[in-house]
């Protein structure tokens, strides 16, 4: 069984920066759904999940991205997510296709300054 991810939150101007330390998979997948719904702000329009420390993410982690997304989307809010090219996790995120619905960026410096080009 992995150790239970921990999530740090940092809120920025116009952002909440959810950064997810450890792995995600079937073993702490509602631990961390549940930190991350807490870590979502009603009021604040752009979300950010950083996968800059995540080590690991298998198919749930990938779903509960998907799902996230779709749920703050349903409320006029967005998610982006960043992680580094390079790295293990964006690689998985690219291969399920997660850019297609989810802006991804490498870094949070650049999920930050990123223009507004969401549609609801």
């Known amino acids: ?10 809120r920025h101007d116009n ?8 792995d995600v998979d079937l073993s702490n997948i509602d631990v961390v759904r549940r930190k991350l719904d ?4 009603a009021g604040t329009i752009r ?10 993410i298998d198919s749930v982690g ?5 799902a996230l997304a779709e749920s703050l989307r349903t409320r006029r809010q967005e998610l982006r997510i960043a992680v580094p090219d390079e790295s293990s996790v964006a690689r998985v995120l690219r291969l399920t296709d997660v850019p297609s619905v989810i802006p991804m960026f490498s870094d949070v410096a650049g999920a930050l300054a990123a223009t507004d080009d ?3």
């Open 1 to 10: 069984m992995a150790d239970l991810a921990t999530i740090e939150v940092n």
């Open 118 to 120: 969401f549609n609801f």
């Open 47 to 56: 979300h950010i999940v950083d996968l800059t420390h995540t080590t690991f």
């Open 38 to 41: 807490a870590a979502l702000e």
């Open 15 to 22: 952002a909440v920066v959810a950064v997810i330390h450890g």
């Open 62 to 66: 990938i779903h509960l991205l998907f």
